[in-house]
Each structure stands twice: as C-alpha cells, then as structure tokens.
C-alpha cells in the first residue's frame, strides 16, 4: 500500500481513539489513519478471515443524486447496468473518461427516490466534480461525505454479530443489497458488501454517532463472545488484494482501461456511457498489457518492480505486491504483455536487482468459504 | 522497549551478542516494534564473511525492506532456519529464537567499538 506522502489535512472522528489504542498512524488519502493496531497487522488479516473485523472507513466519499434526469444521467456515467436497480439493490461500477480510463471505481446503491453513490477517499473531489461537470440541470448531485460515517464490518462472524445488535435482522438482505436497521439507537443504512472477500456490510450513519457505535459493537461482540477486534489500513490492503479486489492508484487508474484491468464485466455494452467508444476501439484493437496475478518465491514483491521473461526482458511490472496471510504466499498484481498473461506461465520478478523465480497464478488468490 | 544486557547495538538497531566463541546477530525489540510484522528474511549463507558496517541481509516488513547491517565482521557459522521460515520469530523474540546468523568474530575488538545498552537506550530515547 503507498502511504501518501503529504500530510494529512483531515482526520476522521475515530481519531483520538485510535491514537489511545496504540494504533500506528500514516497519512492515507489526506486523512491520518490507522495503519495497525498493537493487534499487528497481520493478525487482524486473520482475524477479520476467522470472526469480525471493525474497519474505521470515513474517509470513503458519498454522494447523492437526484431530480428528474437521475436515473438517466447515473446510467450515462457509470458503466455497469443500472436500469433494472431497484431497491434495495446495489451494485459496483466503474467511473471512465471520455478515452477509456478509470477515474474510480464505486458502489452505486439504488434508494427509493435518489442515487447513492461510494467513492474512494482520493477521488472524492475529482468524482464530484466530474459528476457536477456533467449533470444536465434537471439533476442535483450532493455530496453527502461529511455528514455520513462509514464502517465496515467484515468476516465470517459479522451478520451473526448484526442480526443480534440490530433491531431487525440483516441476514435476510441480500449480498449487493440494503437496508435500513437500527443498531443501539442509530439509524444505519446496512450495505451487504465489503472489501474484504469476507460475508458482512457497510455501515452509513450519522457522523456525530461514529464512537458511539464504534464502541458499541466492539462491546456487543466481547458480550456476545463473538471476537470483533479494530482492523487498520495494512490489513484492508492485505484483505482485498488476496480476494481480487483492486486499489485505484494500483490495479486500476485514469492511465489504465478496464479491458487490460479485467473489468469488462463491470461494462455494459448494451447501454450509452461515457468511455464506451474508446473502450470498443480497445477490444477491436486488442490491448498490449493483461492484469495477472504472481506468485513470487524468495522475496516480497512490490509495487513498482520489474517482472521479467525467461529470456530476462522486461515483460511488465507490479502495480501491488505483498505477502499474504491467509494463503502464506507472496504475491503481486502486475500488468505485463498478454503472452505472459496465462496461469502457469513462468516468469521472475527483479528484486533489489535479482531475479526471483516467478509464476503466473489465476486471480483471486483467496474465496472465501462462503462463496465456494 | 527491551533492550538486551549482553548485546551491543548499531545506531541501525541491528545488535552482536557473544554466544561463546560466536557473535549471534539479530535486531533490537525497538527496530522490530518500528517495522511491524515481519514477512521475510533474506540471511547469508553458512561460510560467507560479513564486514562491519556492511550489508549481510534483508528484513521486510508488512510495509518495506530494510537493509540489515553487520555489527561485527566475520564469517558465518550457522544461519537461523527457523526464522527463515517463520519471520514473525523476529516480532515474538528478537533477542531469543528471532535471532539471525551466528557469526565468528574475525576482529573481536570491534565488539567492543559498538553502543552498549545504555548507550543504544539513548539513541532511540530510552532511559
């Protein structure tokens, strides 16, 4: 994961706890977050793959969208379908230029009478102002950051913890799906997704009651006897990038389209959307680089290395590269020419200079029980 | 932070602790708490010789790689394999089973040009 190296502008109302629990602060996307806890980080990967994990995720962006041209408007700026949203469903897409490249990637939820849209924390103002950029005037787009707290709640063990806390159960909502509960009092739109490659949800609620609800299911879960510990930065990195999901600024970005990232998926063709012409030239065309999954043998490969042939040219290079807890393997995403790109292929990685035997593994590296 | 009385120390933080006629290499409670969770080590083999001030190896962590300097000179007698294969013995017990190589001392006096405990507790601002 790269810290960012500026410093942190923001902090999030967990702050001071965080601090008084011996977390490991680092500037990450202009706030002040946790990094670890005096858990480790690789202790709370696992914790968070075995029973609960508490994810401090304020500084994610939402917006809100509405008028009489939203449904249109969402459905021409984001590429996944929309048009048979309906609540309670959600679903994740990616945000494209005009040429192809992804300006973010996000959850667009469908609400009764609006749009609410998930962005990343780095993006948030350049997403607003490209949705601003582009909506006709029978469109409202409200940035709704500030006043809404985020938390995640992941792992095996989570909906078992919600369904006892909450005032109705949330093991009947859907995966990709929502509802409004009430846990301790607060009102929480319950989002079943996450990015962990874990069953659980996200939590939206009002920001003043962060704290009260932070503190509130770390305690439900040493009553209930359902371990449910704080989760840093390191280990949400560790968490998706062995489960597949990618980190705008590593596995997608402006300079990389989503056919080379594999998210064709996430694209559909049968509608209008900005990107879309540029997106059909690439697939006429052909794309000069493939995302892979490597698995690298003596070293820890990491974000910027080279990956090499066998002949020893330069192939590619890692976008993301760490070990992995739960698999207990090292391994990186790296874009390299799509000759290289099945699994199986060997390959080697250069680091601090040496070739480290490599091999080309599919991805995701990790599903999780439930999925299998 | 534990620092160990038998050791001397870097200002890297890596210390030289005799072990008889030997030098155990490894890295101090306080450089083990600033880098987090150990996931590799990459240790010379048996036979090489180390120098002073030189690199003889790699530790990385959940965020980064740090180069590993040798505290003494000398040639390396045995290697740690436990902690090749589970790095987090450096995290658990640095000065313990979380030690690095076992080296003979070519120069035993460069020992003792090393910081003594009181004198690595100052540098990272203990005691």
């Known amino acids: 994961m790269i810290y960012m190296e500026e410093e942190p502008t923001n902090t999030t109302a967990l702050h001071d706890w965080h601090v008084s629990h011996g977390a490991k602060m680092a500037p990450f996307a202009g706030y002040d977050m946790p990094i670890n806890y005096t858990t480790g980080a ?67 939820y469908r609400l009764p009478a609006s749009w609410w849209i998930v962005v990343n924390a780095s993006n948030r103002a350049t997403d607003l102002a490209w949705f601003k950029a582009h909506a006709p005037t029978n469109v409202e787009v409200i940035d709704r950051s500030d006043d809404t707290y985020m938390i995640a709640v992941q792992g095996p063990r989570a909906i078992e913890l919600l369904d006892k806390v909450s005032n109705s159960p949330v093991s009947t909502i859907q995966r990709f799906c929502w509802g409004n509960i009430v846990i301790d009092g607060i009102p929480v739109l319950f989002g079943r997704t996450g990015y962990t490659g874990e069953d659980g949800g996200e939590l939206f609620f009002p920001a003043e009651k962060a704290l009260q609800l932070w ?71 052909g794309v000069s680089r493939k995302l892979v999954g490597i698995e690298v043998f003596g070293g820890v490969p990491r974000e910027g290395y080279e990956v090499v042939s066998p002949e020893g040219s330069v192939i590619g290079r890692c976008v993301a590269g760490m070990f992995c807890p739960t698999i207990k393997k090292y391994a990186a995403n790296a874009f390299v020419e799509p000759s290289f790109a099945k699994a199986g292929t060997k390959v080697s990685v250069i680091i601090r200079g040496q070739p480290r035997e490599a091999i080309v593994v599919k991805r995701p590296l990790y599903v999780p029980a439930y999925r299998r | 932070m534990a620092i160990d009385k038998n050791a001397r120390y870097l200002e890297s933080h890596e210390y030289a602790k005799p072990s008889g006629e030997y030098m155990v290499f490894g890295i101090s409670d306080h450089a083990q708490a600033e880098l987090g969770d150990v996931v590799f080590v990459e240790l010379p083999s048996v036979g090489k010789t180390v120098t002073k001030g030189a690199i003889f190896g790699t530790i990385e962590s959940v965020k980064a790689a740090s180069d590993l300097y040798a505290p003494v000179s000398g040639t390396v007698v045995e290697v740690n394999e436990a902690v090749k294969n589970d790095p987090s013995l450096v995290n658990k017990d640095c000065y313990g089973t979380g030690w690095l190589v076992k080296v003979a001392p070519s120069n035993p006096s460069e020992f003792q040009s090393l910081l003594d405990p009181a004198a690595y507790g100052k540098t990272i601002g203990e005691e």
């Not at chain 1, 449904?71 to 984001?78: G, S």
């Not at chain 1, 596995?251 to 990107?275: L, Q, Y």
């Open chain 1, 215 to 285: 503190e509130f299911l770390l305690r439900q879960g040493e009553l209930l006897g359902i371990e449910t510990r704080p989760i840093g930065l390191a280990a949400r990195d560790s968490l998706r990038f062995e489960a597949g999901m990618p980190l705008h600024g590593h596995e997608i970005s402006i300079g990389i389209n989503p056919i080379e990232a594999g998210f064709k998926w996430a694209c559909d063709f049968e509608k209008e959307f900005v990107g879309k012409e540029a997106l059909l030239a690439i697939i006429e065309k």
């Open chain 1, 42 to 108: 690789i202790e709370e990967h696992l914790i968070t793959r075995r029973s609960v994990g508490l994810f401090d995720i304020d500084h994610m962006g939402q917006f809100e969208i509405t008028g009489p041209g939203a449904d249109e408007f969402v459905a021409r700026m984001v590429t996944a379908k929309v048009s048979d949203l309906v609540p309670p469903m959600a679903r994740y897409s990616l945000l494209l230029d005009e040429k192809g490249g992804i300006i973010d990637d996000l959850f667009v």
